[in-house]
Structure formats: C-alpha cells, structure tokens
C-alpha cells in the first residue's frame, strides 16, 4: 500500500515525511472544500474525492483540513478560516481578539485517511488535551465513520490534533497563515524553526497519532 498526502502545498509533505519515515508522497490534487461547520465533514469528504480521483491500485490518500479557533469567538474563525484569512486578514482577526479579550485560542487539525477498505471497530484516536473541551467534535468524528460504513460509502478514518496559545501582536517570519499572531509557550509560531513548529503543531499531533496506527495498518 503506497500513501499520497493530498495537498497543493509541498511542506505539507516535508512535515508529513517527519513522521511517516519517508513512506509517503504528494498527490498534487486541489478537492473540493465542501461548506461545513466542522472540519472533520471537510476532510473526509475531501478523502473520498481524492481517493477516488487518484486511481491507483493499492494507494492510501490522506488529507488535512485546519483552522483556528478563538474561544471567546466561539471557535470562530474555526471552519471557516481560509476564507477569513483572505476577506478579513490574519491582522485584523488578531486585532479584533485582543481588543474584545479573547485571547485564549487554538489550532486544530483534522486528518482524514482513506484506503477503499472498512476499518476494524477500534476505539478512535482521541486528542486527550482537548477532552472535555472538544468532546463534541470527537464524538463527530466517530459518527463520521460509523455512518459512512453503514451507508456503504468509503470508510474514513479521522486523526485529530490540537495546540493552545494566545492571540498576540504579529510577530516573526517564518510559517504561514495565522502563525505570526498565535503565541504558544511564549513564541509565536511564526518565531518557531520548521522543527520547532512542527514538534508542537496541531498538524504535528495529529500525524504522531495517523503514524501510530498506519504503523500496524
Ligand atoms: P488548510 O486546512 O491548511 O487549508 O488551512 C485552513 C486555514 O487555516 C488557512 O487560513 C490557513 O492559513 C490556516 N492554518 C492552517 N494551519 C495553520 C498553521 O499551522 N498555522 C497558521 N495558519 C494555519
């Protein structure tokens, strides 16, 4: 079984590579970001696209969805962030937090692996620093492959990962998006190496938790 991260955006897949020893390579495929309000309906929705676009025997895709969620915003940009950060900007949503005080902040990352084939009923890989806070959205998750099983569409299996910081003034030149106003640990991770950002990032996370289990798959 070979494995294709499906992203437009090759560091993606330099992070990804990180983590899964090399065993895996870009599927330069641009799905279709399906309207949701969550990103685990996004990422397994784009998952069985790009399965089905791929076309090659025995190849596993895997695709990430992202977003930053303010807490004092309800999560909002959450979902919806892309299309944030182009309308409004990375500097005026960090502005609009501070001055309401709605500081305290989180990336999420949700992984969406599909192979064609169903998935052992295993207990779904839960992201324990969230637990309690995102318990909806795991649950979500959990949903999202049950049904699809039952319904007879291809089986998704979701990875979730997430990392807590702040909203701050934008600082450092590294990373993208959102990484200049989001301050982790007393850095932004905008300030962070590649590594640095990449051992403590929501993506990062939520591939130690896929290599873990790909690992047996
Ligand atoms: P995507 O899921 O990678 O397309 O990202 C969705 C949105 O979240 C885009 O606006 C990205 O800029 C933002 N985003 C996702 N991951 C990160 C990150 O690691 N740092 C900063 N912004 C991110």
């Given amino acids: 079984m070979s494995l ?3 992203t437009t955006n090759e560091g993606k897949v330099d992070e990804a590579l990180e983590y899964l020893d090399g065993d895996v390579r870009q599927f330069d495929y641009d799905y279709t970001e399906i309207q949701a309000d969550d990103l685990e309906t ?16 025995d ?33 005026q949503v960090g502005r609009l937090a501070r001055e309401a005080g ?38 979500r998750a959990v949903a999202v492959t049950d049904d699809t099983v039952a319904e007879g569409t291809l089986p998704v299996k979701l990875f979730v990962g997430s990392v807590p910081g702040r909203i701050v003034e934008p ?3 590294g990373g993208f998006g959102y990484d200049p106003v989001f301050e982790h640990d007393g850095q932004t991770l905008a300030e962070m ?25």
């Fill in 42 to 57: 996004v990422a397994a929705a784009g998952a069985r696209e790009a399965f089905r676009a791929v076309g090659e025997p």
């Fill in 102 to 139: 709605a500081t305290r902040a989180y990336f999420r990352c949700v992984l969406a692996y599909c192979d064609g084939e169903s998935f052992a009923a295993t207990p779904e890989p839960v992201d324990r620093e969230r637990r309690g806070q995102d318990l909806a959205a795991d649950e």
């Fill in 193 to 217: 190496s590649a590594a640095e950002k990449n051992a403590i990032s929501h993506r990062g996370r939520a591939l130690a938790k896929f290599a873990d289990w790909y690992a047996d798959r």
């Fill in 4 to 6: 294709r991260y499906v």
């Fill in 59 to 91: 190849t596993a895709v895997l695709v990430d969805d992202a977003g930053l969620f303010i807490e004092g915003f309800d999560g909002f940009p959450g979902p919806y962030s892309s299309y944030v950060e182009e309308t409004l900007g990375v500097d």
């Fill in 171 to 173: 600082r450092g030149d």
